[in-house]
């Protein structure tokens, strides 16, 4: 049986769109400072890196730099580590299948 439905009219079933890369043209840091020279560490900060940035010199506010945190720390995958079997040795040493000692 065929479906009545074409792939042309079918809703993404995660309703999440990809974001273009922070720093990207499309996606430019967005970073709030208190002071010109302020604008001018982050500005030149940007330029050796190549991200897009859009400062914005704002002495009444509290500074926000956290999209250039971001890119200069970005986060790295965790790795999870290998799990163990039920039916291999537990790892504690008994000498016991893990199902039969530590996974009760």
């Known amino acids: 049986m065929?479906?009545?439905?074409?792939?042309?009219?079918?809703?993404n079933s995660f309703g999440a769109k990809k974001t273009a890369k922070l720093g990207s043209e499309k996606n430019p840091?967005?970073?709030r400072v208190q002071s010109e020279a302020r604008s001018k560490e982050v500005r030149e900060t940007c330029?050796?890196?190549?991200?897009e940035c859009r400062i914005s010199v704002e002495p009444s506010e509290a500074e926000?730099?956290?999209?250039?945190?971001?890119?200069l720390n970005p986060q790295k995958p965790t790795v999870a580590g290998k799990k163990v079997g039920r039916n291999e040795p537990?790892?504690?040493g008994?000498?016991?299948?893990?199902?039969?000692?530590?996974?009760?």
Do not use: Y
């Not at 330029?47 to 991200?51: A, D, I």
């Not at 926000?64 to 890119?71: A, V």
């Open 2 to 11: 065929r479906s009545s439905v074409d792939a042309d009219s079918r809703i």
């Open 29 to 31: 840091a967005a970073v």
């Open 47 to 51: 330029e050796k890196h190549g991200w």
């Open 64 to 71: 926000d730099i956290s999209d250039l945190n971001k890119l």
């Open 90 to 92: 537990c790892p504690c």
């Open 94 to 104: 008994s000498g016991k299948k893990f199902k039969n000692c530590c996974a009760k």
